[in-house]
């Protein structure tokens, strides 16, 4: 299992993002989702995990697993908006469990571009390196309008169809692509670059979709 990962997988609705992201959480013991949109994507049930839906039982979850004890533990959040003390709190969890591959799903909901918030900011550029050792993976529908910080500390850089062009365009830049690449995709096929800028290009079987 490789370490030291800070994964983005961009993509429309049903394109296949949290499938290959799923694929990418193989050989991890502590996992913490934060799942907003736990009714469509049953992180809980895919990975076997404890679903919680206030910040109590989240901590109290937390509590019962420290260390490096194995658990999975799922955030299905009350509310979800750019800045929300709400997903603030979720990130000072993270940051004090350490130890465990961090999920958030549909980042642009949370965050705003430029620089990311506090505590997402801090998990980004800290939680990476001992005594930590967070490893992040985050989707969202729009890398437009997602936190800039990400995209500086990125290890893995995922692109499924994106709907809107200047999203295409964006990450296009990112990636060093054709803008024309990314407009060709087909769903459940995806572009990925790695921290050298190697590029390769990828595609779900009918199972893993």
């Known amino acids: 299992m490789a370490t030291d990962r ?3 997988f961009t993509g429309g609705r049903g394109m296949g993002k949290t499938s290959l992201l799923l694929a990418s959480l193989s050989g991890y013991a ?3 989702v934060w799942s907003p ?5 049953h992180y809980a049930r895919r990975l076997n995990g ?3 839906r206030t910040l109590g039982a989240l901590l109290a979850a937390l509590d019962a697993a420290p260390g490096r004890t194995p658990a999975v533990i799922v955030y299905h959040p009350q509310a979800v908006a750019v800045d929300c003390p709400e997903f603030t709190h979720f990130c000072q969890a993270v940051f004090a469990w350490g130890h465990c591959a961090a999920v958030v799903e549909e980042l642009a909901s949370v965050t705003h571009t430029g620089k990311a918030p506090e505590w997402w900011g801090r998990l980004l550029r800290e939680g990476r390196g001992e005594p930590l050792r967070v490893e992040i993976f985050a989707t969202t529908q729009r890398p437009q309008e997602c936190d800039k910080t990400i995209l500086g500390n990125v290890t893995r850089l995922c692109a499924f169809r994106l709907k809107r062009h200047r999203d295409r ?3 296009a830049g990112e990636m060093g692509l054709d803008v024309k690449m990314l407009h060709a995709l087909p769903p459940y096929e995806w572009y990925e670059t790695d921290d050298f800028g190697n590029v390769t290009h990828g595609k779900l079987t009918q199972s893993q979709a």
Not at 37 to 41: A, P
């Open 6 to 8: 800070v994964e983005l």
């Open 30 to 32: 502590r996992i913490i």
């Open 37 to 41: 949109l736990e009714q469509r994507d």
């Open 50 to 52: 404890q679903l919680v």
């Open 169 to 171: 365009e964006l990450m």
